[in-house]
C-alpha cells in the first residue's frame, strides 16, 4: 500500500514536470503584465508591486507580479506541465553568485513593468525598455548560455504598448506627434523587435493585443477622461495599434520562413467579460479592488490609505491598472484552447502541439 501511494506521488510528479507538448520553454518580452519579478531584481526601478497585498490570493507572499495571483504566462506555463519561468535578473544573479549553474531550461521572462514598445516609456521610472530585455535575450543566445535547439522550440510572449499609450493622454509632456503618427512609431518598434527575435532563432510567436486600456481605473488619474465610461478617445488609439500587430501576425509566415505566429485578441476577450459580467463570476469590472479615490485608480494597492475589497477574484482589475488573477485565469483558458474569435490562426494549445 505505501509503495503503491510512493509510486502515485511519484508519477504524478512526473506529469507535473514532463510536458506532453511539443514546448516545453516560453521566453517573455513585456510590461506589468507579465512582468513576474524583474522589477523587484532592478534596484532602479521605482514600479514596484514587491508588497503586500500583491500576490496574497495565490502566493500568499508578494513576488514582484502585479497582481493577486498568477499572470497569464504563468496559466499557460501551466498549461504546457512546466514551471513558472524566473525573472531573467532573478535567474543571472543566481548564475553569477553560483547558485545555480545554467539559466533555466523552462524559458525566462525578461517583461519589465512600466516598459513601453517605445525606448522612452517610463524611461524616468528605471524601468528595463523592451530593447533592453531583447538585448538581454540577445547576450544568452550568442554566449551560448541558453541552447539554440530549445530558442527553435520555444514559445515566445510578446505583450507591450499599454504604457506607451497611457502615457500618450498625461497632461505633461505634450507629445509631438498625432495619434496615428504615435500607433505608427510603435509599431515599427514591435516590427524590430519580431525581426530580431526571429534572428535569434524564435520560431513560434505570439503577439498579445492590449486590453481596453481606456477602461482602466487608472484613467481616473487623467484630465478628460470619463470615469462613467471607457475613455473612448484611448481605445481607438488601442484598436488602431491591436490592428496593426494582427496583420504583422498575419505577414509572419511570407516574411519570417518557418515560422508561426498567432495572433491573441485579448481586446475582444475582456470585452466580452464587460458585457455579460455575471456569465464570468465578475461582480465588478469597472473600480479596481485594491487602491483608492475614484475607481480605486488614484491610489496604487498596498500604498498608505489603500483599501482592498473582500473577494479579489470577483472584480475585473485588481489593481489601478491591472486584471485580477480571476480575469488572467479567464484569458489564459481563452488563449490557449479558444476559438478564432480568441486567437488565431491556432491557438496556443495547437502552436504547443505541432512538432
Ligand atoms: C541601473 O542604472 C545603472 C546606472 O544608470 C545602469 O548602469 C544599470 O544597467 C541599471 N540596471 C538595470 C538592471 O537596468
Ligand atoms: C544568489 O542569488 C539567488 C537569486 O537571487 C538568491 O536566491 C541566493 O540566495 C543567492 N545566493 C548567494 C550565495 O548569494
Ligand atoms: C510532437 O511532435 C512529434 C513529431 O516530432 C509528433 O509525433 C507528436 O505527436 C507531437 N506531440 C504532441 C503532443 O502533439
Not at 110 to 122: I, Y
Not at 166 to 173: A, K, V
Not at 256 to 265: E, K, N, Q, S
Not at 312 to 327: G, K, V
Request: one cysteine or more.
Amino acid at each position: 500500500m505505501e509503495k503503491l501511494i510512493l509510486l502515485l506521488v511519484i508519477l504524478s510528479s512526473c506529469s507535473f514536470s514532463v510536458s506532453s507538448y511539443n514546448v516545453s520553454s516560453i521566453f517573455i518580452f513585456g510590461d506589468s503584465i507579465f512582468d513576474a519579478g524583474n522589477n523587484h531584481f532592478n534596484k532602479n526601478s521605482s514600479a514596484q508591486a514587491d508588497f503586500p497585498p500583491y500576490g496574497s490570493s495565490f502566493f500568499h507572499h508578494p513576488t514582484g507580479r502585479f497582481t493577486n495571483g498568477r499572470t497569464v504566462a504563468d496559466f499557460i506555463s501551466q498549461f504546457l506541465g512546466i514551471e513558472f519561468q524566473k525573472p531573467f535578473l532573478e535567474a543571472q544573479l543566481a548564475v553569477l553568485n553560483g547558485s545555480r549553474k545554467d539559466y533555466p531550461s523552462n524559458g525566462i521572462n525578461f517583461a519589465s513593468a512600466g516598459s513601453g514598445v517605445l525606448q522612452a516609456t517610463d524611461k524616468d521610472l528605471g524601468v528595463i525598455s523592451i530593447q533592453q530585455q531583447l538585448r538581454q535575450f540577445q547576450t544568452l543566445v550568442q554566449q551560448d548560455l541558453i541552447d539554440k535547439n530549445l530558442v527553435q522550440k520555444s514559445l515566445f510572449f510578446v505583450e507591450s504598448g499599454s504604457n506607451d499609450i497611457f502615457n500618450y493622454f498625461l497632461p505633461y509632456g505634450t507629445p509631438t506627434l498625432d495619434p496615428d503618427a504615435y500607433v505608427q512609431a510603435m509599431l515599427a518598434e514591435v516590427v524590430n523587435l519580431i525581426d530580431q527575435i526571429y534572428e535569434l532563432g524564435a520560431r513560434r510567436i505570439a503577439l498579445f493585443s492590449l486590453g481596453p486600456v481606456g477602461c482602466i481605473p487608472a484613467r481616473a488619474i487623467l484630465p478628460g477622461a470619463p470615469v462613467d465610461k471607457c475613455f473612448g478617445k484611448m481605445n481607438l488609439m488601442v484598436k488602431k495599434y491591436n490592428k496593426g500587430l494582427e496583420s504583422l501576425v498575419k505577414d509572419m509566415p511570407m516574411k519570417y520562413l518557418g515560422a508561426v505566429g498567432v495572433f491573441g485578441a485579448v481586446y475582444d476577450i475582456v470585452q466580452s467579460f464587460r458585457a455579460i459580467p455575471a456569465r464570468y463570476r465578475f461582480s465588478d469590472v469597472a473600480n479596481a479592488c485594491c487602491g483608492g479615490g475614484t475607481l480605486g485608480g488614484l491610489l496604487q494597492c498596498g500604498r498608505e490609505g489603500y483599501k482592498i475589497c473582500p473577494n479579489p477574484n470577483t472584480f475585473l482589475f485588481w489593481d489601478y491598472f491591472h486584471p485580477s488573477e480571476h480575469t488572467y485565469k479567464l484569458i489564459s483558458k481563452g488563449l490557449w484552447g479558444g476559438k478564432n474569435s480568441r486567437i488565431r490562426p491556432v491557438n496556443l494549445k495547437t502552436l504547443a502541439s505541432t512538432p
